[in-house]
């Protein structure tokens, strides 16, 4: 058997390998014009849970972002001659504090973008997030969310999709996993209170050993 600490590197160094790839390269460009426009974000979804956990193949990027009307006409305007965007889906998705997605015209790869809710678990992590280097030639980093919050995220929505989804499932045990000793227990029993998942994240924990 492998020591644990070389299977963890091994991994994380794995991932960024797996992931420097078009989903990467289209997920910087988002996070540089958000940065660009003052517009805090945090990476979640797959992409996250590839980073902390078991790299795996992505069909899309999730990022949430704390987008306000005052942004929608120069976040469009910087991004229209790369991506499909549409200004009125993101209006829509602003009032409502719902997702709308953009679509890269040379690769076809997908961005989700969440607008943020106000709601504690939402500020919480923003707050937590940190940088985390996405490619390294040339190096670039953009903002990701913690383990916690990625685990905490996937239970979120592994119950909102009816606790069916065996992929949102393996991507949280892979992050417990690949994380064990090193998470914040009562920073995630915190969290799965305010999302009302503390059942899912007990099993999680019994199931990741």
């Given amino acids: 058997w492998l020591p644990f600490c070389w299977v963890t590197n091994w991994l994380e160094r794995f991932a960024i390998i797996m992931l420097n790839d078009e989903p990467i390269r289209v997920t910087l460009l988002v996070a540089e014009v958000l940065e660009k ?5 945090v990476i979640g979804g797959s992409l996250a849970s590839a980073l902390h956990g078991v790299a795996r193949a ?8 704390d987008l306000h009307h005052e942004h929608v006409e120069a976040f469009v305007e910087t991004l229209k001659s790369t991506f499909y965007v549409d200004d009125e889906m993101i209006r829509d998705a602003i009032r409502s504090h719902r997702s709308f997605n953009i679509i890269h015209l040379e690769s076809f790869f997908k961005v989700d973008i969440f607008v943020s809710k106000e709601r504690e678990f939402d500020r919480l992590q923003m707050a937590r997030r940190s940088p985390y280097v996405l490619s390294t030639e040339p190096e670039q980093s953009a903002y990701v969310a913690s383990a916690e919050d990625t685990i905490l995220a996937k239970l979120e929505w592994y119950r909102i999709g009816g606790e069916v989804s065996d992929r949102q499932w393996r991507d949280i045990l892979g992050v417990m996993k690949v994380q064990a000793g090193k998470l914040d227990l009562e920073y995630l029993q915190r969290g799965a209170r305010l999302l009302k998942v503390t059942d899912l994240l007990d099993r999680a924990i019994k199931e990741a050993g």
């Fill in 37 to 41: 426009l003052g517009i805090k974000y």
């Fill in 58 to 65: 992505t069909m899309d990027t999730d990022i949430v972002a």
